[in-house]
């Protein structure tokens, strides 16, 4: 098995910021850039969920994957989002990321026409055979609606070497000794849930592909440095607190209450696009409240960014 480590540690997910006038902004965008490698995050995804990829152009996409790859260079593991529910759009967008930079691409189960397994595989298996990048799968059924099978995964490992990992999103940490145990211990399995990260790193879990660190970076590697190192007891009191605040980013549709947590903070306007609708005024008392907590959790348990 080829050495996986570039898979080790914090991926974040990071959100593709706008102006109130709906074009992108790309100060915000840079300064988050600069904030998540300062923190030490291993790896970038741009144009993912919480990218809001679905609602970029092409072009849109295509500029976002630039500009990462452009900061990320030598700092950080750019793992572009290239996934739709069509196999040829995702060849197109898989050979674009790959054309531009990208060190590997995170691809998505396709959602709504809910393929079955053996379509899944085939879906797969032409994507990866059109780009030489790694091909990280994207297990996420809660929206997606389907599940790709432990075995199916170890077919894919098995007959396509750029299939190296996958991004388990669907809430069960029982599913990474599962993929383990289809797919060899050698396959990287990266955590998709903020709030089950120490969970599926003590099963074996490489590394977290996170929401909650475009807000709070330095919290997100302090987790996974601390369990590297053994430190359990520091590992789960960091979980303890970052936990509550993981759930909240999703108590609307992601990622709008991450948006407005990050507006809150001056760092970027709360916009998203439609159909995502920006967070409402009961959960946005709900985040605020929750904020403030965190805030005086936290600064006990790190130095402040």
Known sequence: MNDTSRFDGVFTALVTPF??????????????????????????????????????????????ITRTVERAQGKAYVMAGTGFNSTAKTIDATRRATDLGADGVLVVTPYYNKPSQSGLAAHFKAVAEATPVDVVLYNVPGRAGVSIAADTVATLCRNCSNIVAIKEAGGDPARVSDIRAAAGPGFVVHCGDDGLALAFYALGASGLTSVLSNYDPEICTALHKAWVAGDTARALEIHEVLRPMAEAMFIENSPAPLKFLLGEAGLMTPAVRLPIAETSTSSRETLASLAVEYTGRRRDLLPSP
């Open 19 to 64: 102006t109130e006038t709906g074009t992108i902004d790309w100060a915000a965008f840079d300064a988050s850039i600069e904030r998540q490698l300062a923190a030490g995050v291993a790896g970038l995804v741009p144009v993912g969920t919480t990218g809001e990829a679905a609602t970029l152009t092409n072009e849109e996409a295509d500029a976002v």
